[in-house]
């Protein structure tokens, strides 16, 4: 249970960030979008960069496929993919947007993600049918097949037919989709006991005891369903009602639609929530209604300083806990942080004396 504390501060940084975002016009908060190309582009070309220097390759690539500053090549392709569809909904144009596309389109391409592959061509086909510029329209139909060709390019160039081959085994009856069937198969019976959820990797601890397979995962691969595990049943059905609220209100943007399409649908098969950037992305894309101004007048002038240094300490002992961990030193990830199942596990895994291994396993 001391994990699920843990996983409420890690996802605190959302709230507030929203909160902070709120602050905010509606010309301004579409401007802070527009940093999603930039970044996206200025990430795939330190990435390839870094992938040629031997030390640094196995921080930016997965299994020969570009992972970008997210070490994950699928939620990489993700934030490629929103960073297209902010482009592809702008309202004026110039020759460095067609730029950034190109680099966010072979990024894309060099990321070998199956299923942000197939949803560029939908999103691509929604934009050329419902967007209002005629030039994007025709620009975007074009940019697939230059995006295709660049691959090929680089295949050539770098001799890497691995990447790019994933995407000739596109199919429903592919192993990591079929895997992604048995998670779920094997985590509904699990939510359907659990309605208040299993807390922050009570899933992963868990898992041995319901899996019908075999396999060995953190996350289940649905954002959805991970809510599910997590929280139960109350907040994750008030969190679809927000996407969905917002998605099929009246007068809602194209651009809103499609980011939060992206993101929805690439949530079904795998967890890119889990990255904080990209739950950001999400709260920021939300329909929050009418907002209106809060006057603070009534609370005292020590309230919100206490507030914000308790938080500021809350999200520092965490993650300090966390990123000792993420170094490798777990003894002292423990002390700082005692209830750090994740922490424990590593100790008994490479302790040797069965005394001190009995002990870690009683607080385990």
């Known amino acids: 249970r001391g994990m699920a504390v843990f996983g409420f501060f890690k996802f605190l940084p959302v709230l507030l960030f929203a909160l902070v975002f709120l602050q905010y016009g509606k010309e301004e ?18 990435s390839g960069l870094f992938s040629f220097v031997p030390v640094l390759r ?3 690539t997965v299994s020969d496929r570009l992972a970008g ?21 702008r309202t004026q144009y110039s020759w460095c947007h067609l730029i950034l596309a190109i680099f966010l389109l072979f990024g894309i391409f060099a990321s070998g993600s199956r299923t942000v592959f197939v949803l560029t061509i939908f999103s691509a086909l929604c934009v050329a049918l419902f967007g209002r510029n005629r030039v994007v329209r025709k620009t975007v139909l074009l940019l697939l097949p230059a995006g295709i060709v660049l ?30 069937l048995l998670y779920f198969q094997d985590a509904l019976p699990v939510i359907l006991q659990n309605p208040f959820g299993l807390g922050y990797e009570g899933y992963y601890y868990a898992q041995s005891a319901f899996q019908t397979g075999v396999y060995t995962v953190k996350y289940v691969h649905n954002d959805f369903l991970q809510l599910l595990l997590d929280v139960g049943w109350i907040p994750t059905g008030l969190f679809l ?9 009246k007068g809602a943007s194209l651009r809103r639609r499609l980011l939060l399409l992206a993101i929805c649908a690439h949530c079904l098969f795998d967890f890119s929530l889990q990255y ?6 999400l709260a920021a894309v939300l329909d929050y ?3 209106r101004e809060a006057s603070l007048q009534g609370l005292s002038r020590s309230v919100l300083p206490i507030a914000g240094g308790v938080m500021l300490f809350a999200s520092f002992y ?6 000792l961990a993420y170094l490798g030193n777990h003894t002292d990830a423990v002390s700082l942080y005692p209830a750090y199942t994740d922490s424990y596990l590593s100790l008994l895994e490479e302790e040797t004396d069965i005394d001190q291994a009995h002990d870690y396993a009683e607080k385990i």
């Not at 969905?244 to 209100?249: E, L, Q, R, T």
């Not at 904080?276 to 992305?281: D, H, L, P, S, T």
């Open 29 to 46: 908060r579409e401007d802070c979008m527009e940093w999603i190309p930039w970044s996206g582009a200025i990430m795939t070309v330190l």
């Open 58 to 60: 196995p921080y930016f």
């Open 69 to 89: 500053f997210f070490q994950y090549p699928n939620t990489f392709a993700l934030f490629l993919l929103l960073g297209l569809i902010v482009l592809a909904t």
């Open 151 to 180: 691959s090929l390019l680089a295949v050539w160039l770098t001799g890497n037919v691995q990447t790019v081959g994933r995407y000739l085994t596109t199919s429903l009856s592919s192993s990591t989709f079929l895997g992604r």
């Open 241 to 249: 009602g927000a996407v969905a609220y917002s998605f099929f209100k």
């Open 276 to 281: 904080a950037v990209i739950f950001m992305i």
């Open 289 to 291: 209604g009418a907002l």
């Open 318 to 323: 965490f993650g300090l806990a966390s990123f």
